[in-house]
């Protein structure tokens, strides 16, 4: 049987506190203006996408919901602004990198999984007792890669990320900093003095070769760059107009690089001066040997990345004849090596951005609203190998995510 309370045994301000529990009984119904990720008590619900074996994205990926408890300690609360999808974080997903995040139970899934995603930008939106790097409100990214950023909220140490001062950047900006601009400003600073010599480079529609380029013009460096027929066709000159507009000295394509006069063209070109320096992202095949031909005796040609997934041949004697140096270029193991100057070298191209002497990033914004369908941002991921000439997939996050309470 139900308790009866009789009211006119309590007093008037307990008798009104007795009304409004019977009033709370009715609970309001939230709009859909307002079924975001609020907080309650300092929680946040957030979304991840996860997985828990390695596989393609279109059959490993999960979208998982959690919650975070309020901070503590050096403890940070972060709401996703940005986060790129790179080809590296497919191959982690795929398991064919050379690192692959851990699979962890720490978002408590049915078992244990990772968060792909090595990129983003991040507002702090709380902060335990013990934080002094960081305040409510700033960005920051992350120190180094596997922090896992496809998700809309996440709580790491405060050491795990860096403060950005926000003015004068785009959170796309911010957030594709980290990796291809990086590893554009080491390949032309660390390896050979480019001073009075060409550098050639392929893959130059690409985030690394369009940086490549920009940086080549603001000081003054005379490249040489090789593009895919593919993303020639139809409108070839157009593009070798955008690329010299962009930094290129010549503009090359796949096909004309393979042509009989690709030597002598170059030599006439760079008219006696040194071709110090290849630069290599596509990999595989003669590949290698044809862009070591038309390097100086002592150049070196440096393999960042393997597009094509081929081996790759060299000849032997342009070592023993010609003193060339194939190296490799790895940026996670370098910035492991170099936290400062990685931290250096970030602030120096974000201080260009700032002053608007490197273009953005030429980026396809995906908006990841917290109602967006698994289905949605797999997909997204699976067509990271897509079409070639299309930008950078970026996921974006909705502005007024969460309400802090």
Known sequence: MPLRIRLASFSPLEHSCIKSCRLSRAVPKISSDHQRAQSTFGYHQAKSLVYSKHGEPSDVLELHTHSISP????????????????????????????TLPPFTDALS????????????????????SSVKTVAKGDWVIPRAQGLGTWRTHLQVDEGSVRRVEREGLSQTQVATVSVNPVTAWRLLKDFVDLEGGWFLHNGATSSVGRTLLQLAKLWGLKNIAIVGDAEGKGDKDELKRTLELLGATKVFTESEFRAREFKPTVAQLTNGQEVRLGLNCIGGGDRVSKMSSVLSPGGQLITYGNMSRGSMR?????????????????????????PEEKEKTVGQLLDLMRDGKLDPPNVTPVNWQL???????????????????????????????????
């Open 314 to 338: 060299v000849s032997a004697g342009s070592m023993i004849f010609r003193d060339l140096t194939y190296r490799g270029f790895w940026l996670s193991r370098w910035s492991e090596t170099h």
């Open 371 to 405: 109602e967006t369908p698994e289905t949605e941002l797999v997909k997204t991921v699976a067509m990271c190998f897509g079409e070639r000439r299309k930008p950078k997939d970026v996921f974006v996050f909705p502005s007024d995510s969460p309400k802090d309470s």
């Open 109 to 128: 899934t049915p078992t244990p999984s990772a968060v792909p995603g090595n990129e983003g930008c991040f507002e702090v939106i709380a902060i335990g």
């Open 71 to 98: 901070p503590h300690s050096n403890l940070v609360t972060l709401r996703t602004l940005a986060a790129p999808v790179n080809p590296s974080d497919v191959n982690q997903i795929q398991g064919r990198y050379a």
